[in-house]
Structures are given as C-alpha cells and as structure tokens.
C-alpha cells in the first residue's frame, strides 16, 4: 500500500518564520499531490495541488515544490492565521488518494 | 459562494447502520465527483470514497469497501454515503468534499462536517 509520510510531525514557529514541510511518498507519485490547512473545527482548505499550484484565493507566502516521490510546502513568512495542522495528500485515482499524518504548526 | 452541508450522523451502536447526507448549493452538482473523507478523534485525515458527476462510477477505501455504500440524487443536489455493520474505528467527523476537476483528485470545497460515533 502507498504510505505518505510527513515530517516534522509538529514544528513551533514564530511570525515571520519561515516553515518547510516535507513529504514522501513510498512510490513515484508524479505531481499527483496536493497540500491542505486544517484548523479545529473548521472544514479543510486546499492550498496547493499538482504539487506546486496555487489554489486559488491561497496567498502567494504558500509554495509547494517536488515530483514523484518528494515534495514540499514551504510558508515563506509565517503569519497568525497560518497556525494550523498541514497534510499532505496523493491524489492520483489508483492507488486511491492517501493523506500524510499531518504537521501541526504551533507558536514558539 | 459554494455551500456544501452534511448531516445525519449520531451515536449508533457496533454493527448497526447510518446514512450521511450532503446537501450542495450555488454550483452545478451535476458536473463534479464528490468525495467523502474522515478524521477520527485525534487522527489525520483519511479518504473514504468517492462518486462520478452521473453517479456510475464509484470507488472506496479499503477500510470502508463492502460495509459503505456512496451515492447521489443530483434532482436534490445531494451526495450519501450509506454506512453499514458500523465498527468502533469508523468513529469520526465526516466532511463531504467537492473535486477541483482537475487531473488528480483534490478537494477544493469542504462542509464542516458531522460527528459519527460508533459505541456500546
């Protein structure tokens, strides 16, 4: 089965931090890979799909970069709104789409 | 303003049924796969399965093939997820999620969920 694997599990950042998670994915993958906020209680919000476009709507400070096996979401200045759980999903149809564990981002 | 709203959950007991709902506005259902996806207590997200535009394509999660059944009415702009033999680690949030329609299969819109709890 295809396993998405995130790291760091959690990071503490201060504003104006700059934050890069990765994610690996144990098999080619191509740029089926999206990237999602999560906060308590509020619905998911897509950020970045095709590994590295912009949804749009979702501030330029998000950029996602990687093909096939790694990638990663880099948050260029961390803002207060960007405090939040980041996942990482495969999205291609076959093996079916798998989320990451997760990143949560929490204040330093 | 997309609106996607789901409902129908509750306690249920193990090995019991439940039928989740999600009703959309302000785009046409029609012309976008839909897809349901979870979050169990303290978990991450899991995708659970998802539906074609007409309703005749269909596919699931391990975890979840043979017990869930997704399906749509598109008259009522509503997407179902049928939910049988319940187990105690089907217990989560469950959001419906319209597709972005793009190549892949990414969720770019997102009800806020409803709470499904499995237990004795």
């Known amino acids: 089965d295809l396993q998405m694997t995130q790291s760091p599990s959690s990071v503490s950042a201060s504003v104006g931090d700059r934050v890069t998670i990765t994610c690996r994915a144990s098999q080619d993958v191509s740029n089926f890979l999206g990237w999602y906020q999560h906060k308590p209680g509020k619905a998911p919000k897509l950020l970045i799909y095709?590994?590295?476009t912009l949804q749009s709507g979702v501030p330029s400070r998000f950029r996602g970069s990687g093909s096939g096996t790694d990638f990663t979401l880099t948050i260029t200045s961390l803002q207060p709104e960007d405090f939040a759980t980041y996942y990482c999903?495969?999205?291609?149809?076959?093996?079916?789409?798998?989320f990451g564990g997760g990143t949560k981002v929490d204040i330093k | 303003e997309v609106h996607l709203v789901e409902s129908g959950g509750g306690l249920v007991q193990p090995g019991g049924s439940l039928r989740l709902s999600c009703a959309a506005s302000e785009f046409t259902f029609s012309n976008y796969w839909m897809h349901w996806v979870r979050q169990a207590p303290g978990e991450g997200l899991e995708w659970v399965a998802r539906i074609n535009g007409g309703g005749t394509t269909r596919s699931y999660a391990d975890s979840v093939k043979g017990r869930f059944t997704i399906s749509r009415d598109n008259a009522k702009n509503t997407l179902y997820l049928q939910m049988n033999t319940l187990k105690a680690e089907d217990t989560a949030i469950y959001y419906c999620a319209r597709d972005l329609g793009v190549l892949g299969n990414y969720g770019d819109c997102w009800g806020q969920g409803t709470l499904v709890t499995v237990s004795s």
């Open positions: 999903q495969q999205a291609d149809a076959s093996p079916p789409p798998t």
């Open positions: 095709g590994a590295s």
